[in-house]
């Protein structure tokens, strides 16, 4: 699992983003950079990163608040990184759900130990769903497809990132402010517009009304549910 896992930076310092780029790659891991929260949230979302290094001190949010948000529909490890070393930070990140905390400045080889101990442990967990199919939808995360009743749909990267989110959060609703700050952008969080256009797009493309939703619902003046018939 090691040698082809994805991890995810999230970090808003391009010399530590670059930094542990050259260091994960140069041990054969696939990398993903989040200068900012919003950007990390939505690659946490469509590209199902193995692990999450996550920066503290991030321009938009809050790490914890991006850890609690995590939490709320994945148990990826997550890795905190934070030049605060008090205890009480170290403490509050674990008991948020991080599985680890380094301080910088930090060592590329304890980092990369830390990195390799979770993997491991994650190896006799369950799999994130990775693939939803109900005879009909087809959904395929690992490789960024949808198909309807055997034909492949193409998808802008914004109805796909729609698609991809809702299906994480399958049963439960998704609130329009989550959507948009996730895929849009932490200043977009009231442009509800631009997810009707793309919802409603979507729909169109998945032959799926509205009034009659068999995978898309609208929960009015709050959000959006994936009803999944699996």
């Given at each position: ?5 994805r ?8 010399q ?156 439960r ?33 998945l ?18 549910r ?5």
């Amino acid at each position: 699992m090691t040698s082809a896992a994805r991890v995810l930076v999230i970090d808003d310092e391009a010399q530590i983003r670059k930094f542990l780029d050259i260091g994960l790659r140069a041990e054969g891991y696939e990398v993903l950079l989040a200068a900012n929260a919003a950007e990390g949230l939505a690659l946490a979302a469509t590209r199902s990163p193995d692990l999450v290094i996550l920066d503290i001190g991030l321009p938009d949010r809050e790490g914890h608040d991006v850890l609690a948000e995590l939490r709320q529909w994945t148990h990826v490890p997550v890795i905190m990184l934070s030049v605060r070393d008090a205890e009480s930070e170290k403490v509050k990140a674990l008991d948020a759900g991080a599985n680890d905390y380094v301080t910088k400045p930090f060592g590329i080889q304890e980092l990369m130990a830390r990195l390799r101990a979770l993997l491991r442990a994650r190896q006799g967990e369950p799999e994130a769903m990775q693939r939803y199919d109900d005879g009909s939808l087809v959904i395929d995360l690992g490789r960024r497809e949808v198909w309807l009743d055997g034909a492949q749909l193409s998808l802008t990267r914004k109805e796909y990132a729609v698609l991809a989110l809702l299906l994480r959060h399958a049963g439960r609703v998704v609130t329009q402010q989550q959507l948009l700050r996730e895929i849009w952008g932490a200043t977009h969080t009231h442009d509800s517009h631009y997810l009707r256009i793309v919802v409603g797009k979507l729909r169109q493309k998945l032959g799926d009304d509205p009034t009659t939703p068999r995978w898309l619902k609208t929960e009015p003046g709050v959000g959006y549910r994936f009803i999944s018939g699996v």
